[in-house]
């Protein structure tokens, strides 16, 4: 069960894992596009606006009825930042036909069909989206905005990540900002929409019971809304090796209403190559990837600080981020253990044992994939945004060869950036 | 073994109830990876008062205790933490306590016979001594003040609480800081020796697996532990009537949430008329209803309602939940809704659209290892085999449906809570 890759046009790629292990087929379109202030707040929006009704199926009630009588299929779209690009992502999700008790036309080529429309001929009148639609969805997106504060660990997070990444692409929160809402006009999004949609790069996913990889290119070319689809040379941010300078620890403190410190601290990481980097995850996997990690360990079950204590690595931009929800009062006594940690990683202060761990459980979680058709498509995604179009066994692979060495070189490239606490108070 | 087999979703059961009482439930699956253990006991939040087997009096424990007994099973007498043994063995385990169930689950792809020779060992060998139990406060204390601040949870919450006067689905799972301050060791024990005894218990098994060899296995890892007699639970009289139509309660929040109840209490044909319940909550506030597309248009709400139907031993009750500005019109409009739906009654493509939806979700339920399992354990609990979701949809059909209708979705037995700035 592997990747098939083909370029059907330049810039437009189609992904298919062919298999007969599920129930269900799986279908994905990312469109990438660069993560920048001036459109972040319009490609929101314009995400909203895609799902409320299409050239032929003109509102949001008629795709769910629609959706509803394909027994249920599933469909999603949003918005999510990846390294230094926005990215619109689209789902459906139907059920395999043998296991429907009459087997009409096929599910996953009504499916291919309606995600394609979605994506691609948006429900307009006199060239631009319904007004309706168009004053709706701005409060909505509003709203959005709002109410990111009130989860209180995912605010946080960001919140972190935006104070590292300050006046870099990544530090821009991806529904962009409120102020910018208004001053987005209709026909202008939709021409907007219209010229992303000509220049972004786009990746077409589809995994399950599938005919041969020719038929649905095929199908796909015959298409109307692909048909619309034009060569292009894609824009959006390419990989790169990112250097950021030895910054001062910088702390942040935020006040709200929380019964719950939340304690976020945003490590540098100076990974130069692939294999620094995959080391940088078996690091990662040592620190804070586990139950077994020496955060979860040392800082809830020895110190009995906080319930939830543990860190990811986020490669594209090299950085990791350690996560604790703490009582207000202990946030020196985290601190302190989670720093002690991070010199003991700097000190090779880690046992064979947890080493092995580690690499176990990032492979365990690499095996698993196989099992899940969208965390599979998600890893195959993340590989051609890295560029490294790396099979799942090649990487798991490069996890076992990982020495105790580079992992603790890699160590000493680590230090810590932001420091983010969010506490009680008004 | 006996084997159950669904036609429909091509999956089958294999199952045996062993002379200690335990129930093994094995559901193989071929060519996945990944396998999935999960040993659940029928005793939950909700059991803080009943009779020892072979007793006359009843024990009253602190709340909260099922969860804290999970948290602290984990520990070893030597001094391990099986939680670590686990991880080490490059498995990923857990555990979990709702109102009306505990369970010790791992998932993983190497080692499984010696994962499960682990996790098998821990359910059987509980430790607990007054240092443990002391420290471990404070971590269940952090837990619980990390839903304090969950909006979501206390919404949820302050629903149940409107709809039940008495009964202890309305008290946290993880029970109070002030609460579990008074669990001790020996009570511990008393709720594990009741409890976690095989009679009460059912393991389930999902995987790539040969069944009886299978339950070869797990028979060599038990411990001999006579099936004890029936625990009597006691369950505090509840009424009919809802407790209280509204609960509002004030937290930091951009923008209002609010959770709808429909108080149902124990229903006949609990399979059938839970599907209807779905096929209804869609018809009602799904995504193509129109309710849900008047509300949204206007305003009124920004996203779709999230709706369950939420079944247990001796009660249930519809859920209905959401963000909005105005959660008093949302509440309005359903029972206006409800009306409307009750006097014109339910349109026959609608519903046969709905049913479609209903069936392909129903497949979807088998894909997952570690769902399906979760799913054969939650309806074991309480009596039911998952296949029979399947074989019961055909028989729904819109006569039945309008029955339910009537009979389950009525104005008194309607709660509405709401937190807000």
Redesign the interface.
Known sequence: MQENKTEIKKGITLHTINTQ????NLMSIYLTTKLEEQTVTKNALAALLLRRGTATIP???EI??K???????EFDNGIDKMGNNQIYKFYI?T?ND????QSEDKMWKKALEMILEIAISPYSENGGFKE?YFE?EK??LK??I??R??N?ARYSLDRCIEEMFKGEPYGIFKYGKIEEIENIQNKELYEFYQNLIQNCKIDIYMSGNLPEEKEIIELLNQNKDFKKLQEREPIYSEVEIENREDSQEKLVEEK?????GKLIIGLNVKAQNQKEKIATVVYNAILGG???SKIF?NV??KA?????AASNYIRLKNAIFIRT???IENYEKALKIIKEQLKDMEEGNFTE?DFN?AK??I??GL??T???QDTQITYYFSQELAKENMEIKEYMKKINEVTKEEVINIAKKISIDTIYFLKRGE | MQVIENLKVKEKLYTEKLENGLTVMIIPKKDVQKKYVIWGTKYGSNDSEFIVPGETEATKVPNGIAHFLEHKMFEQENGTDSLFALTSMGVSANAYTTNDQTAYLFEGIENFYEALTELMHTVQHPYFTDENVEKEKGIIAQEIKMYEDTPEWRVYLNAIKAMYKYHPVRIDTAGTVESISKITKETLYKCYNTFYNPSNMILVICGDFEPEELLEEVKKRLIETPANGEIKRIYPQEPEEINQEKIEEQMQVSTPLYTIGIKVGKLQEEVKAGLAIEILLDLLVGPSSQMYQKLYSEGTVFGEFNYSYETSRDYSHIIIGGTSKDPQKVYQEFKKRVAELKEKGINKEDFERLRKKLYGNLIKEFEDVSHIARMFLSDAINDINSFDYLEEIESVNLEYATQILNQIFNEEKMVISIIKN
């Open positions: 292990k599920f129930k269900t509102s949001q009630e769910s009825k959706l509803e009588e394909m027994y249920g299929c999700e059920v043998e296991f429907l008790p309706e709706k409060n909505t709203q959005i709002e109410m504060k009130d209180k709200m209403e929380v019964s719950q586990s139950a077994n360990r809830r079950e009995h600080l906080a319930y939830t929800g703490i009582e044992e761990e176990q459980v492979t365990e095996k698993a196989y099992d899940e």
